[in-house]
């Protein structure tokens, strides 16, 4: 069965910081993983993906995220944190080759982002 | 292009009715899955049409179907509603089913029941 888990509930981060929002899988094979971001009364944005290749994958709005297949974790990353960041942010994993197995989402993070 | 468009937006409905909501994907994409969000589940999967035939269903009660059409607009029917439905309804759709597509998400429908 897959699984997602993002240990945090809730991340603070001061404006101009660095990022990061924790997400750890469990799939029988490889994975593949996805970063959303919900803001408030919106549907979920996709930001980024890991299909295979590069560990290290970039995304939208200055968004990135690091495969670890070692610690099956897919962790997502901003060198410096804006305001407009503070929003809930959920990672998903599907096997890869599984077929049609839907998308499993985490219970998402809220980032809050202080000025 | 257009994003997904979820109609209506709201709805305020009492228990026993029933509710039908619609998502019409972005253009060429033939798969539809919708989820339920709620603060205390986060998104739980309900079902995914491709192709008007359903590929995958979640673990939710048969109160709860969906279908879909040959233009790939999707529907999704809640009969008999209970208190605990009320939740944000999201849909997605995505070029294929699957593997690596990502999904695309509509604004979702905020159903409160009372």
């Known amino acids: 069965a897959q699984s997602v888990a993002q240990p945090e509930d809730q991340v603070n981060v001061a404006e101009g910081n660095p990022l990061t929002v924790k997400c750890t899988y469990s799939?029988?094979?490889?994975?593949?993983l996805f970063w959303y971001v919900q803001y408030p009364n919106r549907g979920l944005q996709f930001l980024l993906k890991?299909?295979?290749?590069?560990?290290l994958v970039k995304g939208s709005y200055g968004f990135e995220a690091e495969f670890n297949k070692s610690q099956t974790s897919f962790h997502l990353k901003k060198p410096s944190a804006l305001v407009s960041d503070s929003a809930l942010y959920f990672c998903a994993v599907r096997a890869a080759n599984s077929g049609n197995t839907p998308l499993v989402f985490g219970k998402g993070t809220r980032l809050s982002v202080i000025a | 292009k257009a994003g997904v468009t979820q109609t209506p937006r709201y709805l305020i409905k009492t228990r026993g009715q029933q509710v039908t909501l619609s998502c019409s994907p972005i253009?060429?994409?033939?798969?539809v899955s919708w989820y339920q969000q709620t603060p205390g589940q986060g998104l739980q999967f309900l079902f995914e049409y491709f192709s008007e035939t359903q590929r995958n269903k979640g673990n939710f009660p048969g109160r709860f179907s969906g279908r879909q059409f040959s233009n790939s607009r999707s529907e999704m029917n809640v009969s008999t509603l209970e208190l605990g439905d009320s939740a944000l309804y999201l849909c997605?759709?995505?070029?294929?089913?699957?593997?690596?597509?990502?999904?695309?998400f509509g604004p979702g429908t905020r159903l409160t029941v009372t």
């Open positions: 890991y299909i295979t290749g590069d560990n």
């Open positions: 253009s060429g994409h033939r798969s």
């Open positions: 997605a759709s995505s070029f294929s089913s699957g593997d690596s597509y990502e999904q695309y």
């Open positions: 799939v029988s094979g490889n994975p593949y």
